[in-house]
């Protein structure tokens, strides 16, 4: 399990020591759980609940299992003092998954437009490659900086007001992948190559791979130099195939597959130690991260937020010439969901320059994604402003090579695999399954630009993080009628290890005001004050859970310690038996604030097959928010979101 220091330097240079993640006191978890359920209980559900939690029995057996959580915590902090007693049950809960990553598990981050491309006009010295080739260079070059900063512990440190943040993440943001588990029975594990140097290119579905850095950090290429190995890369992978030994399958599409497949079809592929497959899954599994090239222009909003999420999916219902298994009659699929590896952290850029993050969750939470992001758009805007007093570059197209015989020892290689009739197979149901995976889901997105968090703080007086949240439950109930377990992640990095808690937006409060917003129940100033008593007790509920003082880690690890240590010798205990624990854990709507200037937009799936994931950001003027779902009412729910944010500013008038 990847660790960190229990030091971290602050900006003085003084030592700063993190506080463990704190165990909360059970009796106020407890109260804590009620409260959070009896909004979304009916009064006789809710006295089933009740009786449940706070009968003798079930509080005497949550006393010992948290007993023996406090004995496990004070191990853990003789044994390794830089962790955390949620630490061991968050990994599994992610690597037990078996589904698949692509839209349950992996986010994504639309990074802004790269101001430099502007100064290309319809093309640029790689022709219509030039957007492509020149966004993904830069950003290899500010992502193997923000590398270098975090290696050589340069990285300024994370903070919130003054606060310093756990930084530990960081170790594992890169060279790191998801492995399938080796045997049935067992999961997956988180694997991290510290010293990698090289990073894997996909384009047209094929693998390359070379080094970016050297053994001090420091990066291998110059600017122009990387566009020409990159550019050389699409050139040779826009090659027509020659023969059955050339053709391109798209290895990545097994990373798509459910965990138990992904593992039979893994192991199949590295039975030999000697095999160019297995030298193949090991220098993907230790590469940086994953730069996929996408030879396909993306414009629309909508379309951008599947680019990013799962990629595209585009069957070619023509019978093709061949008859292998993979390319029949039954179609070719053409879209970029094939030009990934799921696994790993991702850089995808389309051929109009447009950018974006798709990260395997792990290890690693969106805040410290969100730094690289930030450096990223640093960079960019840097050299925007270095390059207008910079004489603009005189390369041209025709003096890059294309030719592979030139992808030598220091240039980017090409993966070669070895194929046979039963990996063929695999390749082609992997590829349906996914088509049919992404089919299932739909995006929207709203863009809205009236008014952001500057006029949310003024005008309406409230948190921007708590207006929204109530924005989203307005808009669900005026839908639906109904309200619905909601989740908010609430950042606990100021703990060693800290991880995230959650908020459960749903209160009596705010259930008051939308159901009065909604039925215009009652006065102006009357529902005023609703709003401001909802808001209020959202930010004071995010308040005690970045504090580790929520319900939801803490009854979750007592769940886990009667699963590994007691299940045997103690019966299920009512809490978990009860109908509010299923319902509490399962959130039909998934929300996550990620507000930065550096994003344009991010998203990511639902949890549960009925709900919503949501994601959003609150800038100064405008607020962005991607909507996905399994083919709910998504649409009319991000226009009943852009509604919401117009009518509400009626009440303040």
Not at 187 to 199: A, E, F, G, N, P
Not at 339 to 357: C, E, F, H, M, S
Not at 439 to 455: I, P, T, V
């Amino acid at each position: 399990m990847p660790t960190i220091s229990i030091t971290q330097m602050t900006d003085s240079g003084k030592i700063a020591t993190l506080p463990r993640l704190p165990i909360p006191f059970l009796p106020n978890s407890l109260e804590r759980y009620l409260n959070r359920l009896s909004p979304l209980q009916t009064p006789e559900q809710h006295s089933k609940t009740k009786d449940a939690v706070l009968n003798d029995s079930n509080i005497r057996l949550l006393a010992q299992l948290n007993d023996e959580l406090l004995r496990y915590d004070q191990e853990l902090e003789l044994e390794n003092p830089n962790s955390s007693y949620i630490e061991k049950f968050w990994y599994d809960a992610y690597l037990q998954f078996d589904e698949s990553v692509v839209l349950n598990v992996n986010p994504y981050f639309e990074l802004q437009d790269d101001p430099t491309l502007r100064q290309l006009g319809k093309t640029g010295p790689y022709g219509d490659l030039s957007r492509l080739i020149r966004r993904s260079a830069r950003l290899v070059l500010s992502t193997i900086s923000f590398v270098k900063e975090i290696r050589c512990r340069t990285l300024k440190p994370d903070t919130v007001r003054g606060t310093p943040l756990s930084m530990d993440q960081y170790d594992v943001l890169f060279g790191s992948a998801r492995i399938p588990p080796e045997s049935a029975g067992r999961s997956c594990r988180l694997q991290t190559s510290v010293d990698s140097k090289h990073i894997v290119a996909i384009c047209g579905y094929q693998f390359y791979w070379f080094d970016v850095l050297d053994e001090q950090h420091n990066p291998l290429f110059t600017t122009q130099e990387l566009e020409r190995a990159l550019y050389a890369i699409v050139k040779d992978a826009e090659k027509p195939c020659i023969g059955d030994s050339e053709r391109n399958y798209p290895w990545g599409v097994f990373t798509t597959e459910n965990r138990s497949v992904w593992s039979n079809v893994r192991n199949y592929m590295m039975k030999s130690p000697f095999s160019p497959n297995t030298k193949n899954l090991q220098i993907i599994d230790s590469a940086l991260f994953a730069l996929c090239l996408d030879n396909v222009t993306v414009e629309e909003p909508g379309d951008l937020v599947q680019e990013m999420l799962c990629g595209t999916s585009d069957v070619k219902l023509e019978e093709a010439s061949d008859k292998l298994a993979f390319r029949s009659a039954t179609g070719i699929q053409q879209g970029t969901c094939l030009n990934r590896w799921y696994d790993k952290l991702q850089l995808i850029v389309t051929r109009n320059g447009k950018a974006g993050i798709n990260f395997e969750h792990t290890g690693v939470d969106g805040h410290t994604v969100l730094r690289l992001a930030t450096h990223i758009f640093t960079d960019s805007i840097l050299l925007f402003a270095h390059s207008i007093t910079r004489r603009k570059s005189n390369v041209s197209a025709a003096s890059l090579s294309s030719n592979k015989s030139e992808l030598g020892v220091t240039n980017p290689r090409k993966l070669e695999w070895e194929v046979d009739s039963y990996l063929l197979s695999a390749l082609h149901f992997a590829e349906t399954r996914l088509s049919d995976l992404i089919s299932q889901f739909e995006f929207a997105r709203l863009d809205f630009c009236d008014y952001g968090s500057g006029k949310i703080k003024s005008t309406f007086k409230v948190s921007p993080d708590a207006f929204v949240q109530m924005a989203l439950q307005a808009a669900f109930h005026a839908l639906y009628g109904k309200f619905e377990v909601t989740y908010e992640p609430a950042m606990t990095k100021k703990f060693q290890n800290g991880r995230t808690e959650a908020i459960r937006s749903v209160s009596e409060e705010s259930k008051q005001f939308v159901e009065a917003f909604n039925h215009r129940s009652v006065s102006a100033p009357r529902l005023k004050e609703y709003f401001q008593d909802a808001c209020k007790k959202h930010s004071r509920v995010t308040q005690e859970c970045a504090a580790g003082m929520g319900q939801d880690r803490h009854l979750y690890a007592l769940f886990c310690i009667w699963k590994e240590r007691f299940q045997e010798s103690m019966s299920k205990l009512a809490i978990f038996l009860d109908e509010g624990w299923a319902l509490l854990n399962t959130s039909v709507i998934s929300t996550s604030n990620c507000g930065n200037p550096s994003l344009q937009a991010f998203g990511f799936g639902p949890v549960c097959a009925n709900g919503f994931g949501i994601g959003y950001i609150v800038r100064d003027k405008s607020i962005t928010i991607v909507v996905s779902s399994k083919h709910r009412q998504t649409t009319r729910l991000v226009g009943l979101l852009g509604r919401f944010l117009s009518d509400i500013q009626q009440v303040y008038r």
